[in-house]
């Protein structure tokens, strides 16, 4: 048990070394885009990465906000619109009962989806089929698609349909959800950074120039 330990946290280690950090800031750069833009941000998954997708939409939501706890009678600042596409146990079930499974999530997109949004796929396997569908709806309808996975051999049906993403290098899935967490918490820090600075300054950095799909296709040639 102890070499199994040793050895799962050692892997970890070196996987984390291994994230590509080029891909991180042109997410936060996106995601900062959107801010800026009004757009929302919209995620989901499967399983753990159904809890991640959710704790994303909280940790993004409320983590970004500057004026939290300032009650009723103030105008609120400009924050970050997201939300998951979990969370409404209802709707996901009156789908999957209804329609099927693959489509619980590219059914609620087609209620809100709007030019300029963003939608953010968690999958650690890469081959959720709806997931995929959602993604490929999402793109063919002018959203930008970020995907997150592992080194799985179905990663690249994700990949395919993301114009940014972020791939953690493990196979095994307990792994890869680990790093997934990582990466959800450094993105979601650098957004918060980003936010507050631009809402104190009113400086937009150069870093946070509009998304361009060419920019998004050099950073997953980057990122195989």
């Given at each position: 048990?102890a070499l199994?330990?040793?050895t799962?946290?050692?892997?970890?280690?070196?996987a984390?070394?291994?994230i590509?950090?080029?891909?991180i800031?042109?997410?936060v750069?996106?995601?900062?885009?959107?801010?800026?833009?009004?757009?929302?941000?919209?995620t989901?998954?499967?399983?753990?990465s159904?809890?991640?997708?959710?704790?994303?939409?909280?940790d993004?939501?409320?983590?970004?906000?500057?004026?939290?706890a300032?009650?009723p009678?103030?105008?609120?600042?400009?924050?970050?619109?997201?939300?998951?596409?979990?969370?409404?146990?209802?709707?996901?079930?009156?789908?999957?009962?209804?329609?099927s499974?693959?489509?619980?999530?590219v059914?609620q997109?087609?209620?809100?989806?709007?030019l300029?949004d963003?939608v953010?796929?968690?999958?650690?396997?890469g081959?959720s089929?709806?997931?995929?569908?959602?993604?490929?709806?999402?793109r063919?309808?002018?959203?930008?698609t970020?995907?997150?996975?592992?080194s799985?051999?179905s990663a690249y049906?994700?990949?395919e349909?993301?114009?940014?993403?972020v791939?953690?290098t493990?196979?095994?899935?307990?792994?890869i959800?680990?790093?997934?967490?990582?990466?959800?918490?450094v993105?979601?820090?650098?957004?918060?950074?980003?936010?507050?600075?631009?809402?104190r300054?009113?400086?937009?950095?150069?870093?946070?120039?509009?998304?361009l799909p060419?920019?998004?296709e050099?950073?997953?040639?980057?990122?195989?």
């Open positions: 048990m199994l330990i040793t799962y946290l050692r892997d970890i280690q070196s984390v070394e291994l590509n950090t080029d891909g800031e042109a997410i750069a996106r995601l900062f885009q959107a801010f800026l833009d009004g757009s929302t941000i919209y989901m998954g499967n399983g753990a159904a809890a991640l997708a959710s704790h994303m939409a909280c993004l939501g409320k983590g970004t906000a500057t004026d939290l300032r009650g009678d103030t105008i609120a600042a400009p924050r970050l619109r997201i939300m998951s596409l979990n969370d409404n146990t209802a709707l996901m079930t009156a789908y999957s009962n209804d329609l499974y693959q489509d619980v999530f059914e997109l087609k209620n809100f989806l709007q300029g963003v953010i796929g968690v999958s650690g396997s081959g089929p709806n997931v995929l569908r959602a993604m490929a709806f999402a063919g309808n002018g959203a930008t970020i995907g997150l996975t592992g799985q051999a049906k994700l990949l349909l993301s114009d940014l993403f791939q953690a493990p196979r095994q899935m307990e792994q959800e680990d790093l997934h967490v990582i990466i959800h918490h993105i979601g820090l650098s957004l918060r950074e980003r936010i507050a600075t631009h809402l300054t009113g400086v937009v950095t150069s870093s946070a120039a509009p998304f060419e920019a998004s050099a950073v997953a040639q980057s990122s195989d």
